[in-house]
């Protein structure tokens, strides 16, 4: 149990703490070192503000429920003992709910901007 609760602390956290960064403290400047980094999310600075306050915003929503989730899910798995045949696929659950922030973003990029970064009427 010590082990899918500390996968879920890595991986959770790493959304809410990401998430809280870059709604609070986003990159100020666009840069190749740090961030939402993609294609789209580079165009101007406009975009790559936007970027990180949907990201963080996606972040910190998949954040908190795939944290409340996983541990339900970890606690039931235990008292009906099978939680070593479902930990494997709890942490690919938690892994879809990390990565589901780029084509959430990406979505929401485009629904507010051109193809050249400007912004839609």
Known sequence: MAFSLGTTGLLMGTMLIFGWIFIKHPPKNINSVYGYRTPRSTKNQEVWMFAHKTAGGIWLKLGAVGTAASILLIFLF????????????????????????????????????????SKKE
Do not use: H, K, M
């Open 78 to 117: 235990e008292r009906f003992g099978v939680l070593e045949r479902f930990s494997v696929y709890l942490i690919y659950a938690q892994l879809i709910l990390l990565l589901g922030v780029i084509p959430l973003t990406e979505w929401e990029i485009s629904r507010n901007f051109n193809r050249d970064g």
